[in-house]
């Protein structure tokens, strides 16, 4: 099955705390990206990538790191978590052509808390 | 990117058609517009794309006027499970800009 799947789908850490979340699509993807969602603010794009070891900044990437080594993998890296990083995460995927662009296919979210 | 407005939130029953309208005044020759469906601690998923005229699929319909200032999508027959948010969406390269889009409550 096409997907694209996170890891935890839960997480509550304290502040200071490095963390990880995975992310992992199987449809051969180039593009990937990173979203976070917050109540009155819709998504905003933290990071993305258009193929491996090509990452670029989004609308928020403060506070935020990612790595692409891998064409099917792209972790989203809090090196010190503070409580304003505390969201639901989405990361996304879609084939690097341009009008596809607009189809990106999400996976099913993480919801960090930062304590 | 080119700014979207739409309501922010609609009322529906069982079997009525919806349609959800979309203002995009400033769209560019290039852009296509796309709306994406969202249910509660889910991922957002494409509905549908279009760039002129109608576009029509398994779910619903998009209507883009010549001018293409605006679209609508139109939702046939809703159930209580197209009770979620739509966002109706201008892509840039590379990015998507969601707003907070069109909470869509459907009842029986």
């Known amino acids: 099955e096409a997907q694209v799947t996170q890891n935890p789908r839960y997480l509550i850490t304290v502040t200071g705390k490095k963390l990880t979340v995975t992310c992992s699509q199987n449809?051969?993807?180039?593009?990937m990206s990173w979203y976070r969602q917050d109540p009155g603010l819709g998504l905003r794009q933290i990071y993305y990538s258009m193929n491996v070891e090509v990452t670029d900044k989004g609308d928020v990437p403060e506070g935020y790191k990612v790595s692409r080594k891998e064409k099917r993998n792209f972790p989203l890296i809090l090196e010190s978590p503070s409580p304003n990083q505390t969201s639901l995460y989405f990361c996304?995927?879609?084939?690097?052509?341009?009008?596809?662009?607009?189809?990106?296919?999400f996976g099913p979210g993480t919801r960090l808390t930062v304590l | 990117l080119a700014k979207t407005t739409q309501p922010i939130s609609m009322d529906s029953y069982e079997g009525q058609e919806v349609n959800i309208t979309c203002s995009h005044n400033?769209?560019?020759?290039?852009?296509?517009i796309t709306w994406y469906q969202q249910f509660p601690s889910q991922g957002p998923r494409f509905i549908i794309q279009g760039y002129k005229t109608k576009v029509t699929n398994e779910v619903a319909s998009l209507f883009i006027p010549a001018d293409r200032k605006s679209s609508t999508l139109s939702l046939p027959r809703v159930s209580l499970s197209d009770t979620a948010v739509y966002y109706c969406?201008?892509?840039?390269?590379?990015?998507?800009?969601f707003g907070t889009g069109t909470r869509l409550l459907v009842s029986p």
């Open positions: 400033n769209i560019a020759t290039n852009d296509y």
């Open positions: 996304a995927s879609t084939a690097a052509r341009q009008s596809s662009y607009n189809e990106q296919f």
């Open positions: 969406l201008v892509p840039g390269f590379q990015k998507l800009v």
């Open positions: 449809m051969n993807h180039e593009y």
